[in-house]
């Protein structure tokens, strides 16, 4: 074979290795919906994220929390695998405002720690639609 031949074989192969390539790119990930509810009551106002447990998994995703239901759509990028779960709810407190700064506002975490900063909610996130139901109580 002469060097036009192999110069067409070396070029057949780069543009097959970069089309390969191109369709490896990141994909938009899983999407998980639910509901949360609170004493029998669905949640409202409140915020659910999903924390990644392995390091090498994607970047934590974040839904609000409304009547008791969420919404993570695959393109937020929420990966597969394990996450730990922390939801959120943030109510006013009894005073108006911080006695040091009017424009603070004083607020009361509704939702135990074992729910949010000291998480015992593990969930395993499959490709494509996901389904997440939570269940909390406060005592």
Known sequence: MGPCGRAAEWATLLLACLVSLASC?????????GQVTLDGSPLDDATITFVPLA?????????????GRFVIPASNGLGTGQFRVEI????????????????????????PSKYNSHSELIV????????????????
């Not at 790119?25 to 919906?33: E, H, I, L, N, R």
């Open 55 to 67: 390091g090498g998994q994607r970047q934590a995703a974040w839904a609000t929390i409304r009547g």
């Open 25 to 33: 790119g990141p994909s938009a990930g899983a999407a998980v919906t």
């Open 124 to 139: 395993d996130i499959k490709p494509g639609e996901d389904s997440a139901n939570f269940v909390l109580k406060s005592k």
């Open 88 to 111: 959120r709810a943030l109510r006013s407190g009894g005073d108006k405002t911080h006695q040091n700064d009017p424009t603070l506002v004083s607020a009361k975490e509704v939702v």
